[in-house]
């Protein structure tokens, strides 16, 4: 009778000792000793974050905290953090995905008090992303739909991104004077030129480097990246455009939220908010982004969303997975190019 | 000659066939990670913008872990499961038959789903997890947990067929002699599935090393702490941060998945079987009359 | 272990001669192994599809009826339903090609082309569609742009159930007698008859077999469509990428409701090729 190998004899309990020793293995979130900030963010700052958090750790009040950061599509990371995901830190795209977690009891209602502009962090304008030398010479908004130019934007039910570039774009048509049904038709026109829609604005900018579509439409921040980085693209700042804000708050569950809020501090504080103009956000900070000898360039006609009525009235006409205007434009489209 | 031409025709065919789909893309990708120079590769793997520059020393921790966890786990069961259906009659073995098949059919966002859906913060347990300061969805056992859902098949299917071709007779022959069932399934029962084992253990393996789908909903994509490979391959990719970098852990990968398949041939050559993967196209059942209807012929 | 050789005829009496708690304890393992096990399933498997079902029809079966009719998520089960069947019947073709070339053919190199036909079971996912966009992706060097289009999926999706079709065929080939196509030819059939009437019924299970695992594969893909695919609604949008989409936007019940469509569509083909395979194998009994 042959025995079992003795190499199988000593492996087999020796791996389920390996794996039960393994199971001990804490993930070093959720508060652990050690000092470490739990980060929920949108997809884009992955970057600067990183730039940001070395020089939050050579501050007493950064010292020895770690920030374990977590890029997604806003509206995902939102989801997840509903669901369950740790996070001492939230910072955001846009409000709605803020409000969803006070709803869920996750926020303060009272994160907007925070900071010098109502619980921003950082602000930015959309931007059309475009190859290098601009070949299809797009300048305005009238170029993304004019024949022939194939345009990249995420998906508005997971991003916020798409949701800004849609709220720039109704917007915009209505600054330059068309009537809401008229703003709706460039919309439907928009989307129906809309070649991928990947699910972060992150995802979004990364097709379009691999050489899909004429043009995506973007944070500005995250163009000023891509173009330090050395990719080969440039960008359009349309002169109808909106101001993008993007929220930040410390949760309610936060398992470390002294070190937290020293760190929300640090990043609305004037040394954070020159790192971050920097890295090419705008700072909400008055005074941040010359001190950084940086310039953002103002958009001739900008607007906030408030021109629009306020995100909770956008999110409910626009962005209402069944009834919203762009849900009801994409089955719409759908519908014509199913039979394809 | 017509017969020579058909032959050279098909085989043409094939390969043109398989080049298209397998061959070529995967040196393509070789080629593209590797093209700016060996350094160039290593620097953007380890080192992408934006990343912290242990991501990816993280990520193969964590797979490796993950892999150490799901997969002996499996393993186990997968045994006691074969063991089970192989040596008793119960009512609901064709069920528990069926059930064991089922991980396979079911996408793997749909597996994260489900496991969220029951262990998330708002799941069925998940107020019991939360009051306990468990925390699984978005951490390492969620991870193990997809990663052992999506692979559980494939030990059980492996092994099952090896202990319904050899019977119980050394096993009842130990038995009269006196062991006990611990002595009987170490020196009898194990030795004899060896190699059904090891079939089974390395496709669970390739399995858990390649997962991504369950572990994009359910992992939280922590950098440096719940990415696993596959995971921070992808954030490369799709976070725009380095599509060199990510090219490179891909081939990585690809390479480890070879590894996975030479260990499975040299395994598979000594036992004379052409193929492990058509051990698993058939069911048990049906691998008997089959090989019953060829011999027919 | 001792020289006793297994020519003893096993005692009658054998297992009562042995201490009692031995026998129990056999019966302990009998009971506590099985329950092991279907605990194991239960917290892994069973519950969270469970679970899966309950979230379903959380608003009843009108809300859950109302899920899979929606425009999106109807246009991407059909889609993906359609997408597996053409990318099935196209490698159980080019399987059985294969596995043939494999089994009756000779040349350099055939046993490197054998462990490449596997190479897609053993890659990850993400990793083979980035490896699928290299080539048919807007950056390839033959200008074939697929990605963003349903021929990409296609594409995508050959790929990963290419392994699950040659193998199911190839060892049913390489275990075939030859007599019956020798007999067949010598007495003046054409190989087109030969295969069609002599090779052909007796692979047909194991293509069958090959054609449901590939089918089951296609239809959750995910990870290797994820790019090539562009996720457009409507268009190469599969069921994969909607409940991911779904799930994202919070909207937890929907994603159930397609998800559960989705896996019984998957289950339901799949017992029906079940039962085809058994009415292919019994007439073999003559």
């Known amino acids: ?340 | 000659m017509r017969r020579l031409f058909g032959r050279f025709g098909l085989r043409t065919t094939v390969l043109a066939y398989l080049a298209l789909l397998v061959i070529v893309p995967v040196g393509a990708i070789a080629y593209r990670a590797f093209a700016p120079g060996l350094g160039t590769a290593w620097h953007d793997l380890a080192n992408p913008s934006g990343a912290s520059s242990a991501g990816f020393f993280h990520a193969l921790i964590l797979t490796l872990v993950v892999a150490g966890i799901a997969v002996p786990f499996n393993a186990v069961f997968g045994v006691i499961a074969a063991l089970v259906l192989a040596r008793h009659r119960f009512p609901g073995a064709r069920l528990l038959d069926a059930v064991i098949d089922l991980p396979v059919a079911v996408s793997p966002v749909v597996v994260g789903l489900s496991l969220v859906l029951v262990y998330g913060r708002a799941g069925w347990f998940g107020g019991w997890l939360a009051a306990r300061g468990i925390q699984v969805i978005f951490s390492i056992p969620g991870i193990v947990m997809g990663s052992a859902f999506v692979s559980i098949p494939y030990v059980a299917r492996a092994v099952l067929p090896v202990l319904q071709e050899i019977g119980t007779d050394q096993e009842q022959a130990a038995a009269t002699l006196g062991a006990g069932p611990w002595q009987i399934f170490w020196r009898v029962t194990l030795p004899s599935i060896r190699w059904g084992l090891a079939y089974g253990v390395t496709l669970t393996t390739a399995r858990v090393l390649g997962e991504f789908g369950a572990l994009s909903v359910l992992a939280g994509n922590v950098v440096g702490h719940t990415q696993t490979l596959t995971l921070y391959v992808g954030y490369l990719f799709e976070g725009n941060l380095d599509t060199v970098g990510a090219d490179v852990g891909a081939v990585i990968l690809a390479v480890l998945a070879l590894c996975v398949l030479a260990v499975v041939s040299l395994a598979g050559s000594e036992k004379g079987s052409p193929s492990w993967l058509s051990r698993f196209a058939r069911s048990p059942r049906s691998s008997r009359t089959s090989s019953l209807s060829t011999t027919s012929l | 272990m001792a020289e006793t050789t297994l020519l003893e005829a096993p005692s009658a009496t054998g297992a009562s001669t042995a201490p009692r708690w031995r026998a129990s304890a056999r019966h302990a393992v009998g009971v506590v192994a099985p329950g092991t096990a279907v605990i194991y399933l239960s917290l892994l498997v069973l519950i969270p599809l469970a679970a899966l079902s309950v979230t379903a029809f959380h608003g009843g079966s009108s809300a859950f009826w109302a899920a899979v009719r929606d425009p999106e998520s109807w246009a991407a089960l059909k889609l993906t339903l359609l997408s597996a069947l053409v990318v099935v019947v196209l490698n159980t073709i080019a399987g059985t090609a294969i596995a043939w070339v494999l089994v009756r053919d000779q040349f350099v190199g055939k046993r490197l082309v054998s462990s490449l036909v596997d190479l897609p079971f053993a890659l990850p996912t993400i990793v083979a569609g980035l490896t699928l966009l290299t080539l048919y992706g807007p950056d390839s060097p033959f200008h074939l742009d697929a990605a963003g289009t349903r021929f990409g999926v296609w594409i995508a999706l050959a790929f990963v159930t290419l392994p699950f079709s040659v193998r199911a065929v190839q060892p049913v080939l390489a275990a075939l007698e030859r007599e019956a196509e020798e007999a067949a030819s010598s007495l003046g059939a054409g190989s087109p008859t030969v295969f069609r009437r002599i090779v052909l019924p007796s692979l047909a299970p194991a293509m069958l077999s090959g054609a449901m695992l590939a089918f089951a594969r296609a239809m959750g893909e995910y990870g290797s469509l994820l790019f090539i695919s562009g996720d457009r609604p409507f268009s190469t949008e599969v069921a994969s990428l909607r409940i991911f989409g779904l799930y994202e936007n919070g909207q937890n019940n929907e994603a159930a409701a397609v998800s559960l469509a989705l896996l019984s569509l998957s289950l339901v083909v799949l017992l029906l090729c079940g039962v085809l395979r058994r009415r292919l194998t019994r007439p073999e009994f003559g």
């Open chain 1, 1 to 340: 009778m042959p025995r079992l190998p003795s190499v199988t004899r000593v492996l087999l309990p020796a791996a389920l000792l390996v794996s039960g020793l393994a199971c001990l293995i804490d993930v070093p979130s959720a508060g652990a000793a050690g000092g470490t900030i739990d980060l929920v963010a949108y997809s884009t700052p992955a970057a600067a974050y990183t730039a940001i958090d070395v020089a939050f750790s050579k501050y007493p009040a950064g010292a020895g905290i770690t920030v374990a950061g977590s890029y997604g599509p806003s509206g995902t990371q939102a989801t997840n953090v509903i669901n369950g995901q740790a996070a001492d830190v939230v910072n955001f795209s846009l409000e709605p995905d803020m409000e969803k977690l006070v709803q869920a009891g996750l926020v303060s209602p009272k994160w907007d008090a925070v900071g010098p502009d109502h619980g921003m962090v950082t602000d930015s304008v959309v931007v059309f992303i475009v190859r290098k030398g601009n070949p299809k010479h797009i300048t305005g908004w009238k170029d993304l739909v004019r024949s022939g130019v194939q345009v990249v934007t995420p998906n508005p039910f997971s991003s916020g991104s798409a949701r800004w570039n849609l709220a720039a774009a109704y917007g915009a048509e209505r600054k330059l004077g068309r009537t809401p049904a008229q703003a709706q038709a460039y919309l439907q026109a928009l989307l129906s030129h809309t070649v991928a829609q990947p699910s972060s604005a992150s995802a979004a900018l990364a097709t379009f480097l691999t050489g899909t579509g004429d043009v995506v439409l973007d944070y500005e921040d995250d163009a000023i990246a891509a173009i330090n980085k050395g990719d080969p693209i440039q960008y359009v700042i349309p002169p109808q455009d909106v101001l993008i804000e993007n929220p930040i708050a410390v949760t309610t569950h936060a398992a470390n939220p002294t070190a937290a809020r020293a760190f929300v501090k640090f990043l609305l504080s004037k040394k954070g908010q020159e790192l971050w103009a920097i890295e090419g956000y705008r700072p909400v900070l008055p005074g941040a982004a010359k001190a950084a000898s940086i310039t953002f360039p103002t958009p001739r006609q900008l607007f906030t969303i408030n021109y629009l009525g306020g995100w909770t009235k956008v999110e409910k006409t626009f962005f209402d997975p069944t009834t919203g205007i762009v849900a009801k434009i994409e089955e719409g489209l759908g519908q014509s190019t199913a039979s394809g």
